[in-house]
Each structure stands twice: as C-alpha cells, then as structure tokens.
C-alpha cells in the first residue's frame, strides 16, 4: 500500500489539531514536517519505532511523557532542538514516525496512513494460536460460502423442476454439511 505524502499532512494536522501536548514545541515540529514534503517522502508512520534506525515518538498528554522521544541507534533524545537539527539536517534519510493517542485503531485518518514496520513486522509479534484462528475462520467463511452457493443452486434447479439436479446438489450440501472443517 502506497501512503501519500497528502495522507500523511492530513493525519499530522488532524493529530495536532486533535490532540493535546503538555510541550508546545511538538505542535512546531509537527508543524514543520507538514510542511515539507521532501521529509514526508521519506516519512513512514508506524509502531514501535524504537526497534528503527531512526525514529520519532509523538504522544498525546494522555499517553504520558515524554511527549517527544527521538530514537538514532539505539540512543533517545528529548531535547527539541537536538531532535530538529537531526530531522532538518538528515532530511534524505528514513525516518519513522510513532503518533500514540487514544483510540488511535479507531481513526481512520491514522489507519490511512500507517505502515507496517520493516524493523517489527506486525506478523512475527503474533503467536502460532493467531495464525491458527485465523485460518479457522476463513475455512468457516468458504464453507459458508460454499452452502450459500449450493442453496442458490438448489433453489434454481426447483424452480425449473429439475429433479435430478435437485438430488445431485442437496446431497453435495448434506456432504458439506456433514463433512468436517478442513
């Protein structure tokens, strides 16, 4: 999924807009970053940047402190200033971007935009089990599926008196009926 450099100034407005930050130079670096496109091209919005080369944590008031957190190597930065120059002057190279807010799997605006973190893949954090359910359900959705067709089927050949068909499909349903998920 390509994220777009409009979809990223969007979610950044909204976030500052709608958020709350005990530091009003977030609000300025934010700002900052709306504002320049050449960033925002190499700008990926994910989660847990601290596990990235080179990332930024953003977080409302709610989510705790500090409201600003750079991460370079391992190392964190808090100071503004530092955190600017490193962005200002290293425009070229990636940088991640964590927002945290309340609610944030219920924004739409956010869930446009983030990505999935090449340094923390969403599917190497969830265990075995997961992917277990997963595959259940949609084993359970195709065998839904599958009897919606044949009903659908069924109802037609009565509707054309087609007896034989009629049989032939009613016992391809009870076979799917009866027959275990794969």
Same mark, same amino acid.
């Given at each position: ?32 970053? @709306? ?22 944590? @953003? ?20 100071? @503004? ?95 799917? @009926? ?5």
């Amino acid at each position: 999924m390509d994220v777009t450099v409009e979809g990223k100034k969007q979610f950044l407005s909204w976030f500052i807009a709608n958020q709350t930050f005990s530091r009003r130079e977030v609000s300025w670096l934010v700002n900052y970053l @709306i504002s320049h496109e050449t960033i925002l091209n190499h700008a990926h919005i994910v989660e847990q940047i601290e596990k990235t080369p080179r990332g930024l944590l @953003i977080q409302s008031s709610q989510q705790g402190e500090p409201n600003i957190l750079f991460y370079k190597d391992k190392q964190k930065f808090t100071d @503004i200033d530092q955190i600017f120059h490193e962005i200002r002057f290293h425009w070229q190279e990636k940088l991640y971007i964590e927002c945290r807010f309340a609610n944030a799997w219920q924004e739409v605006l956010y869930l446009g935009v983030l990505e999935d973190n090449p340094y923390a893949p969403w599917n190497q954090q969830l265990a075995d089990s997961e992917f277990q359910k997963v595959d259940d359900y949609f084993l359970v959705l195709e065998k839904q599926n599958q009897m919606n067709q044949l009903l659908n089927q069924i109802d037609q050949a009565l509707e054309k008196g087609d007896q034989v068909l009629f049989n032939e499909l009613s016992n391809q349903l009870k076979q799917l @009926i009866t027959s275990p998920a794969q």
